[in-house]
């Protein structure tokens, strides 16, 4: 891992805030703080997780069909198991940007900004840290957050599983088909989204 190419902010906060809008950009920054502040808990490296956190949404363009454009221009493929899930497409261009466009060459900070919106089953500590820091960073608001940050203080893995069978609860109750690979993060932390245990795949 090259740090000095980790640690570029000045090169790396004016082309993101153009890329992804003053709204995203907060939250980005939000994940970024409290990727740092969680790592520094958890014995994890927080250079790694200050810039996973801070490019994990470079991507995430206005609009789905730019996403979509964006990652054929520059061929990123998606696989299979993404296409019936919109909402995580600007993981994968994400990683491709942050990698070609910013420099990161760090697979470990490329891979956590790959798996940030489903997880998947062999998390690591940084991975664990970059979903937590995206989905209970300061900006959030939902019923339930006060609980997740103060266990993510506390118990990393345990704060881990809990956000995961509360995301992907809220999903299940929108009728949307959870992805392949949260299914298999849900199972290897031996969690559950329903009283019934019962997890709703894609058809």
Known sequence: ??????????????????????????HSL?????????ADRHGEDVVRASSAGLLHDCGR???????????????????????????VWHALLSAHIAEHDFGIRDEAVLRAIR??????????????????AD????TRSFEGLNGLRVLAELDLKAAFRASLEHKLRHIWDMGRPLHPRSLRALAAVGGVI??????????
């Open 135 to 138: 989905y209970i960073e300061p």
């Open 61 to 87: 363009l206005p609009e789905l069909e730019q996403i979509e454009a964006e990652a054929k221009r520059r061929g990123v493929t998606l696989p299979s198991e993404d296409r019936l899930h919109p909402k």
């Open 30 to 38: 939000g994940a970024m703080h409290y990727a740092v502040a969680l």
């Open 115 to 132: 798996f940030h919106p489903t997880c998947d089953a062999d998390m690591s500590r940084l991975d664990m840290i970059v979903f937590l």
């Open 1 to 26: 891992m090259d740090r000095h190419e980790l640690l570029q902010y000045e090169r790396f906060i004016p082309l993101l805030h153009k890329t992804i809008g003053s709204k995203r950009f907060l």
């Open 194 to 203: 329903d009283k019934g245990g019962r997890m709703k795949a894609e058809g």
